[in-house]
């Protein structure tokens, strides 16, 4: 058997290649949407990629079931359980499969066991695999657990009500959960656990960092395997769960209805600075992927400030609309990577995009840049204490509820937009952001200048750097308690 584990560490999201070396056939678990490395080890190690499945409707990305399906002609094994509303509609002139409890499909002599697992979703399913031609069919070596199971922690019940708003399926999911989890237990201790996600995922609480690991060691060690009543295990399960992001809504939409094929998208025109200004004067989405302080010291009235790195895909998806065509401004070296990152998530609005000079052909042209202050956490101290500022606390609820400054009015970073009627009517009052490390607040000063307020200032270090040069400290009794 070849076994092939693929890693997105921006979206945290694993896919495996599973192939049959005796018969040269592939499939592909829980493929991203850019099939090319999927496509590229098949020629190298000599595969036909022949399937795909999907473990379930994923919320966190966008799948590439169909790319291959149509590209590949790969036939698509789906899942078949839980509510027909969340089966994939897209299967029209494909092969495909819908698959259940108890099926079993094979790729060459590899079988695939189906075992319907839901909790993080009603159709999820986990599969086993049993190498036939390694003469140990009758055993399983493994189980490709999607958001099942993780490493030291289980998927989260909760998408489907807070990011699509299903009312009461928070705890229906906790239930199943639990019933999968006990299932779950009774599985042989050698078997191999590959899940969909690793450390930094928003499906679940507290993923481990490891790539895999085995059912006994889960047993021994993951928090969900405890003996726990169903009252105790529903109730750990469901608090402190992450806030999931804006659109994770729109990519289950995407993954049930069918993404278009990259094939089909246009090709993303190179813009010059007239068309950043035109795209700036009718209010457009204006992305400038620059580091924090590069766009602090100089930058286009009217953008916003999602710096290129490991975080980007999590903020775009949280701040950009999917309603609205999208620029960027970005080196020319990472055009190409940042559009695909975007459409990982479903955005495929990108109208045009134009290199980091033309800020500087602003300036040639002696049109002022705009810039915001960062001052030390004592200054803005001082500011706090003579009541001139208004001062938002753009972390996590987790994070609030461990502790935060007297006088902060909590506005998570990725609901912010949203509540720009809780800011000073003033727009020029002067505005103070703070997150942990300096980093979600720059981010949040480039949103707020947007909007209008032009008097912003970001605190260089945030709360860590409060709290360990010994400034006070307010204790929350509660997640929200001043989240008003």
């Known amino acids: ?54 473990t379930h409707i994923h919320a966190d990305f966008v799948s590439g079931a169909r790319e291959l399906a149509v590209g590949a002609g790969a036939k698509l094994y789906l899942s078949g359980e839980g509510d027909a509303i969340w089966r994939q509609q897209y299967t029209e002139g494909i092969s495909f499969q819908w698959v259940h409890d108890g099926d079993a499909f094979k790729i060459g002599n590899l079988t695939f066991d189906v075992m319907h697992t839901p909790g993080h979703t009603p159709e999820s399913l986990s599969f086993l695999v049993h190498d036939g031609g390694g003469g140990i069919h009758r055993e399983a070596m493994g189980i490709f657990s999607g958001d099942f199971v993780f490493v030291g922690d289980i998927g989260r019940p909760d998408l489907l009500e807070k990011a699509v708003g299903v009312s009461g399926s928070s705890e229906q999911g906790a239930k199943q959960m639990y019933e999968s989890i006990q299932r779950f237990k009774k599985l042989p201790d050698h078997l191999q656990v590959w899940p969909g996600h690793g450390a930094g995922s928003a499906c679940g609480k507290a993923l481990g960092a490891i790539p895999s690991s085995t059912v006994g060691y889960e047993k021994l060690f993951n928090w969900a395997m405890a003996d726990l009543s169903e009252s105790e295990f529903i109730q750990k399960l469901l608090e402190g769960q992450p806030e999931p992001p804006l659109y994770f809504a729109q990519m289950k939409k995407l993954n049930v209805e069918g993404p278009a ?25 204006i992305v400038d992927t ?16 999602i710096p290129y790195n490991k975080s980007f895909i999590t903020w775009a998806g949280w701040l950009l609309s999917y309603e609205q065509p999208i620029y960027l401004l970005a080196e020319s070296s990472q055009q190409s990577s940042i559009v695909r990152d975007l459409r990982s998530i479903g955005f495929d609005n990108v109208a045009g995009r134009a290199p980091l000079d033309v800020v500087n052909v602003s300036t040639m042209d002696g049109e002022a840049l705009e810039t915001y202050q960062e001052i030390t956490p004592q200054e803005a101290q001082s500011l706090l204490k003579q009541g001139e500022v208004a001062w938002i606390d753009v972390r996590n609820d987790a994070e609030w509820a461990e502790g935060y400054i007297e006088g902060a009015k909590h506005l998570m ?40 307020y032009k008097n912003v200032i970001n605190m260089a270090g945030g709360f860590g750097r409060w709290a360990n040069e010994g400034l006070p400290v307010t204790q929350s009794e509660r997640v929200g308690v001043h989240n008003a």
């Open 290 to 305: 620059r580091s924090a302080a590069a766009f602090r010291a100089g930058h286009l009235p009217g953008t916003i400030n």
């Open 1 to 54: 058997m070849f076994l092939k584990y693929f890693y997105d560490e921006k979206l945290a999201q694993a896919s495996y290649m599973v192939g049959c070396q005796a018969t040269g056939e592939a499939l592909v678990i829980d493929p991203s949407r850019d099939v090319t490395m999927y496509e590229e080890t098949a020629l190298k190690e000599g595969f036909r990629i022949v399937a795909a499945t999907e």
């Open 261 to 285: 094929l990259i094939s089909d998208l246009p090709p993303i025109p190179l813009i010059d600075s007239a068309a950043v200004k035109t795209a700036i004067v009718e209010g457009r989405q």
């Open 413 to 452: 970073l990725g609901r912010i937009k949203g509540r720009l009627s809780e800011l000073p009517k003033d727009k020029d009052h002067p505005i103070v952001v703070q997150c942990q490390s300096g980093v979600r607040s720059s981010i949040a000063a480039s949103v707020l200048q947007r909007e209008g």
